[in-house]
């Protein structure tokens, strides 16, 4: 087995926090439109999808935890070594460095795209994209620790959203969701797999786990955090059922805004300006957890500077941002990610399980053969 | 990213003294003598020689010392009386402190603090008796942080003073003070005070090493060593708390934090200090609790409504009317109707103006201060809105923002709130709730980011301390909050047993 990584205990993060690492790093953009490409799919029983998703997740979980306890303190990157030998391995970690930019630069993009839509619509994207960087760069260079804090206040700070789904309930229907399990399972099935770019963030466990202090406590946390985001999830579906007709539903790209638009209260209205830009401390931490997962990598890759690296990430990340500007590009994207994502997230850890189980019983097979011998 | 801090903090000590000149004795023959100490100190008006029939030499520097003590107690008793050796002089004299130095360079210093050297012809050594006296004030009310409930007292400039103030408080022997002296030219003594038992040795030896590491060659206040000794020097925020109370210092200190006094200053400096205690007072602690838990919120409420306020006003105004309900819009429209500015530019001057108004009420005496006032209240406020250069409503909105900046306890938090203000106006002024929501994420992770001594700013919210947030923003009833906070990483981490609220009846 390869060496598992040293750490100072100065980086070293409490297990519970794992609860606000998870879900920080769940909830993000797809929240904001993810009921259309559902309900496409899956018509009134998509909360049925979302169910099935969420329990996925806690599947998926379980055998990432599995695979991570039987390396110690090691992160995807080192067990990818491991299990497929050097040059695979190196392979394969490149890939996932590519996929966690993918990752952080859908998000950016998604994000700019509802300011330019909800906001500002003359406003570059050179420009919000510049910021949203910088902001993330500032976080990054302070560490783990820091990153982990903007994920817990960017949870904290945003608990009060979740009371306002109140509001579009007065104009609700429960009738909506009947009948139930109309539709076939298949249907709910694809469903649950357009939920991938919604739910994903939680493989981020995979990378975080060598830092975490104490490893014996993390499953509490972990799946309280992805039971929490499902459980979200699923009240901002059944309010965005029983609220929109079928018809409205998939013409709303952004669902969940369009639900705040005529919240009022006697001091502000139209209250999707705040929710809009609001949103900014919630795709925060998506971002920055992004960005140092694909930094995890990239110092094993090539040893490089934190500071560099998050310079170059970030200019390539600008770059595409440019490149990428219309809805119909965006949404390419999203789709070729939610495919590849799924594979990456949900099949790819429950593959490893058995596979790094197999190689662990050989090695040490090996191990107890040579010393027999 | 580390910033290198602007000055350097661990400058090698330069080796400006030559061991020649440390080691040059004290001449046993009085001419010489009194000529080495006239050139030692360049020869200044206030030097006072003092012949002592028949064999001794006085030498002194006059407002240094104590007259009356001078006078009655050791010239009276040397006077006319034949002393052979240094130990009857000793003996003769009614003086707590003396010692014996043959040494010009250790002679010399001790004689600017306020010794009197005392000099037996044909002896190579020479008697330090301390009689310093030092003018300082009497003890006053604290100025800058009154209270209603509470002492009323204030630290004053004078080192002693302090620390025998604090000594009353805290009358324990386990309370350390440790003596630095700092500046190669003003060579101001600094005490640094902590509780065995409860103060962390990483911190006291952090700090310890902070303030030997320090070559200056002037400290002339606490202000300018809170800022060379703190975390980060480059940001806004403060990591060191400035007090001039006495009780709130023993508070810290009793809590597990380090302080630090300067002479010739009347503000102390605690560390580690974590960002919500900036808005904590002393006065909470005697109040009741549901009271100053009220207080708290109201302070903190105060903080980011001073912060945020005008910049959402700018922003809505500017980019986002449709956040304004219909039945504001109305009164706003017709109160802006006549101002020819844009809100970024009408907003930046009213609270320049404000700005402008608090300097000069600080600067100027207190008589004419109240002047400013009403000047300031009454006259620009409602000429500039009939002037139609400002709207009523945003008038309002700063006069209440400034208001809300002076609710803080420190007076260096209320000036940040003030200053970060402006640039979070600008943002609102160019990209609406955006540019507000990108400082807010900005000033966030510039918290996240700072530490206190070591300890982190953010504490007891991140890293979340569920049981310390019972005294953060919030104050519970005092039997619940009996342990220190773990911000100080205190080797006792009990205050006191926790009782019950209320004792059983017998």
């Known amino acids: ?373 | 990213m580390k910033f290198k801090l602007p000055f350097n903090k661990k400058q090698p000590q330069p080796i400006n003294e030559a061991p020649k000149e440390s080691l040059v004795r004290v001449a046993s023959a009085s001419d010489h003598f009194i000529q080495s100490i006239q050139n030692a100190t360049n020869n200044p008006a206030d030097l006072i020689i003092k012949l002592v029939p028949p064999n001794l030499t006085l030498i002194y520097i006059d407002n240094l010392v104590d007259i009356e003590t001078l006078n009655n107690d050791i010239i009276a008793n040397l006077q006319n009386k034949p002393h052979e050796t240094l130990e009857e002089i000793e003996i003769a004299m009614s003086i707590p402190e003396i010692q014996h130095s043959n040494l010009l360079k250790e002679t010399v210093e001790s004689m600017v603090n306020g010794s009197v050297l005392i000099h037996v012809e044909g002896y190579s050594q020479v008697l330090l008796a301390n009689i310093a006296t030092r003018e300082s004030r009497a003890l006053s009310a604290p100025e800058n942080e009154s209270q209603v409930i509470g002492t009323q007292v204030g630290f004053n400039e004078s080192l002693s003073t302090n620390i025998s103030l604090i000594r009353r408080y805290i009358v324990s022997p386990e309370l350390c003070n440790e003596k630095f002296k700092i500046g190669t030219r003003t060579n101001t003594s600094i005490s640094l005070l902590y509780m065995n038992g409860i103060a962390n040795d990483q911190m006291v030896n952090t700090l310890r090493q902070r303030i030997t590491d320090l070559y200056i060659d002037e400290l002339l206040d606490s202000a300018v060593l809170a800022e060379m000794i703190d975390d980060n020097s480059l940001s806004v925020f403060p990591q060191m708390l400035l007090t001039e109370r006495p009780d709130r210092f023993c508070d810290a200190i009793l809590d597990g934090k380090v302080g630090i006094l300067v002479d010739g200053s009347s503000m102390a400096i605690i560390a580690p200090q974590s960002f919500t205690e900036f808005f904590q007072s002393q006065e909470d602690q005697n109040l009741r609790w549901q009271i100053a838990t009220f207080l708290r919120l109201l302070r903190l409420t105060a903080f980011f409504l001073s912060v945020y306020l005008t910049p959402f006003y700018v922003a809505a105004v500017t980019f986002h009317y449709e956040v304004i309900p219909q039945a504001f819009l109305v009164p706003l429209s017709e109160s802006r109707a006549l101002v020819p500015f844009p809100p970024i530019f009408e907003a930046l001057l009213l609270e320049f103006i404000i700005e402008l108004l608090r300097e000069a009420g600080a600067r100027l005496p207190t008589k004419i201060g109240q002047t400013i006032g009403i000047v300031g209240g009454i006259v620009i406020g409602t000429a500039a809105v009939q002037a139609g250069i400002t709207s009523n409503i945003l008038l309002i909105i700063i006069a209440l923002s400034a208001l809300a900046s002076f609710t803080s306890p420190s007076y260096m938090m209320g000036n940040v709130i003030r200053l970060i203000r402006f640039p979070i106006i600008i943002l609102a002024g160019f990209w609406g709730f955006y540019g507000i929501m990108l400082a807010f994420c900005f000033i966030l992770i510039h918290l996240l980011r700072q530490t206190s001594l070591g300890a982190p700013y953010m504490s007891p919210f991140y890293p979340p301390r569920m049981k310390e947030m019972r005294d953060s923003i919030v104050r519970m009833p005092i039997p619940l909050t009996a342990k220190r906070p773990a911000l100080t990483r205190p080797k006792d981490k009990n205050k006191f047993k926790p009782q019950p609220v209320k004792p059983k009846k017998s």
């Open chain 1, 1 to 373: 087995m390869t060496k598992p990584i040293q750490l100072s205990p100065k980086d070293m993060i409490s297990a519970y926090l794992l609860f606000f690492i998870i879900h920080g790093a769940q909830v993000g953009v797809g929240i904001q439109g993810f009921q259309r490409i559902i309900y496409i799919d899956a018509r009134q029983d998509a909360w049925i999808s979302v169910l099935i998703a969420g329990i996925a997740t806690h599947i998926v979980t379980f055998c990432m935890i599995k695979t991570l306890e039987i390396y110690g303190s090691n992160d995807l990157y080192g067990i990818q070594i491991d299990i497929f030998g050097k040059w695979i391995g190196n392979l394969f970690n490149l890939m996932y460095i590519v996929y966690c930019f993918v990752a952080c630069f859908s998000v950016l993009r998604n994000y700019i795209e509802v300011i330019q839509a909800w906001l500002f619509p003359s406003i570059g994207t050179w420009f919000l994209s510049a910021t949203l960087l910088i902001i993330i760069i500032y976080a990054f260079t302070g560490g783990l620790r820091v990153i982990v804090g903007v994920s817990f206040f960017s949870i904290i700070l945003s608990l009060w959203i979740l009371p306002m789904l109140a509001f579009p309930l007065k104009y609700s229907t429960a009738e909506s969701l009947f009948p139930i399990l109309e539709n076939d399972f298949r249907s709910i099935l694809k469903g649950a797999h357009s939920m991938t770019f919604t739910i994903i963030g939680f493989e981020i466990l995979n990378i975080v786990y060598p830092f975490i202090k104490d490893k014996e406590k993390i499953r509490k946390p972990v799946h309280l955090g992805l039971l929490l985001s499902t459980l979200i999830y699923l009240a901002v579906m059944l309010v965005s059922i029983t609220y929109y007709s079928g018809g409205k539903l998939v013409k709303t790209i952004w669902a969940t805004l369009t639900l705040f638009s005529f919240i009022s209260f006697p001091f502000v209205e139209r209250f999707e300006f705040i929710a809009v830009c609001f949103w900014m401390i919630i795709i925060l931490p998506n971002m920055c957890f992004y960005l140092w997962a694909a930094y995890r990598g990239a110092t094993r890759l090539w040893n490089i500077s934190g500071v560099k690296f998050v310079w170059l990430f970030s200019f390539f990340i600008f770059i595409c941002s440019l490149v990428i500007q219309t809805r119909t590009q965006i949404n390419t994207m999203n789709t070729i990610f939610g495919k590849v994502a799924f594979y990456v997230v949900f099949v790819y850890p429950i593959l490893l399980w058995p596979i790094a189980l197999l190689k662990k019983n050989f090695t040490s097979k090996k191990v107890k053969h040579n010393e027999q011998a």
